[in-house]
């Protein structure tokens, strides 16, 4: 989702994390203290979700049941993912991430099907509820699972970000206006709201509409940009194991990164109206869905423009 360059940030900080390319623009270079707090905040929370690595804390929920104390992110993640897994069936769930590595999205990137494994074949996922309990802090399972945190955890992870910037302007810091930029996970602070393109999921090059970002988060999600094989991404149906097919993309603007990520996710399998309505006593959602016949539907409050 390109974000047309606002000159009152001209200060533009690149750098990848999480598996992405990141940015974060402000009206001047972030304090060297402020920026530290940044890196440090989002490489512990690389150590504990990340599935890629041996040293994770999800990697160790991964090797043995038990029970294990969470980080504070935790609860606003795990709370969310149940309302999404009860709004969508069960569709979305923490623990696709070992149908992901049987489907070959793997720790060695290898995009190759596990021996005995079929990318037609459904392999349903266990309901969280099945082999876990969330009490809060602390997560107990009685089976190994690998997490995955791949429908909300970048949001989350913008969220957790925009709360060091706000702390810095509350310092003094220097940082009021920004915006946080995270490969399509986008977070907006400021006065002037930031004008962003909304990408056609079939040509890169093109939009297919523009949204105007004031205060609040926009969160895109498509097949497109993490496909392997034949048919197989990373946007999996939790109810039968196997990529989605008649959604191409979809773009969620709430309050936080937080719910404008899983919200995103959660519109491959729900209508944008269905998703409104089941969180309408929280916020009031902004969405935008585009199925593979390229039609493309929207909550009645999206504020944005289309293009025909």
């Known amino acids: 989702m390109p974000v047309v360059a606002d000159p009152r940030l001209p200060a533009v900080w690149h750098f990848d994390a999480i598996g992405a390319p990141w940015a974060i623009s402000t009206a001047s270079p972030l304090p060297a203290p402020v920026a530290q707090r940044v890196s440090d905040c989002i490489a512990a929370f690389d150590r504990t979700w990340s599935r890629f690595r041996d040293d994770s804390l999800v990697a ?28 969508t069936g069960g569709a979305v769930s923490p623990l696709v991430g070992r149908r992901l590595e049987h489907l070959g999205y793997d720790r060695d990137y290898s995009f190759r099907l596990a021996p005995g494994v079929s990318a037609s074949d459904p392999a349903a996922v266990p309901r969280f509820a099945e082999v876990a309990h969330w009490d ?75 949204i105007e970002l004031s205060n609040a988060a926009l969160c895109a999600s498509a097949p497109n940009r993490r496909t392997w094989g034949e048919g197989l991404h990373h946007i999996i149906d939790a109810t039968t194991g196997l990529p989605t097919s008649s959604v191409v993309a979809s773009w969620a603007l709430a309050p936080t990164g937080l719910a404008a990520d899983g919200l995103a ?19 009031t959602l902004e969405a935008v869905r585009v199925t593979a016949d390229g039609i493309a539907s929207t909550t009645p409050t999206f504020s944005g423009d289309l293009f025909s």
């Open 265 to 283: 996710t959660a519109l491959f399998f729900r209508s944008p109206d269905a998703l409104a309505e089941a969180f309408a006593d929280d916020f």
């Open 60 to 87: 160790r929920i991964a090797r043995e049941p038990g029970r294990y104390e969470m980080p504070q992110d935790a609860t606003p993640l795990f709370d969310l993912y149940r309302r999404l897994d009860e709004v």
């Open 136 to 210: 809060g802090r602390v997560l107990t399972t009685t089976a190994p699972v690998l997490i995955d945190i791949g429908a909300a955890g970048k949001g989350c992870l913008v969220d957790l970000v925009c709360a060091i910037l706000d702390e810095a302007s509350l310092d003094a810091a220097g940082v009021t206006d920004y915006v946080v930029d995270a490969s399509g996970d986008l977070r907006h602070h400021g006065t002037v709201p930031a004008r962003v393109a909304l990408e056609h999921p079939f040509d890169p090059t093109l939009a297919i509409g523009v």
